[in-house]
């Protein structure tokens, strides 16, 4: 069992910075791929970036302004956001798929999730 817990949401004004974590309850050295989601009011779940062995993957509306990044020693993940818009309001979850699996690169989703931290972006 893989518990993450997610930190550093909050309030941010348009065009402003913001850096996520996620901690993982154990080594992550074994979990291929890891990442962050969001789900705006009223919308489906979307991912917003993924680093796994194939490389990273961005959602198309953070392309260019979030950045993933990954740090095994520490067993977290980060999501830096950056150039923030308000259409980027939402909660923010961490996700990992189970050690030593495929699963997503395999188009499945990802099977450990965090409760989430919100991201509120406006004036």
């Known amino acids: 069992q893989v518990q993450l817990e997610e930190s550093g949401g909050g309030l941010v004004q348009p065009g402003g910075s913001l850096r996520l974590s996620c901690a993982a309850s154990g080594s992550i050295s074994s979990i291929n791929a890891m990442g962050w989601y969001r789900q705006a009011p009223g919308k489906q779940r979307e991912l917003v970036a993924v680093v796994s062995s194939g490389g990273t993957d961005y959602g198309d509306p953070v392309k260019g302004r979030f950045t993933i990044s990954r740090d095994n020693a520490n067993n977290m993940i980060h999501l830096q956001m950056n150039s923030l818009k308000p259409e980027d309001t939402a909660f923010y979850y961490c996700?990992?798929?189970?050690?030593?699996?495929?699963?997503?690169?395999?188009?499945?989703?990802?099977?450990?999730w965090g409760k989430g931290t919100l991201v509120p972006v406006s004036p």
């Open positions: 996700a990992a798929e189970q050690p030593y699996s495929s699963s997503y690169l395999l188009g499945y989703a990802m099977d450990y």
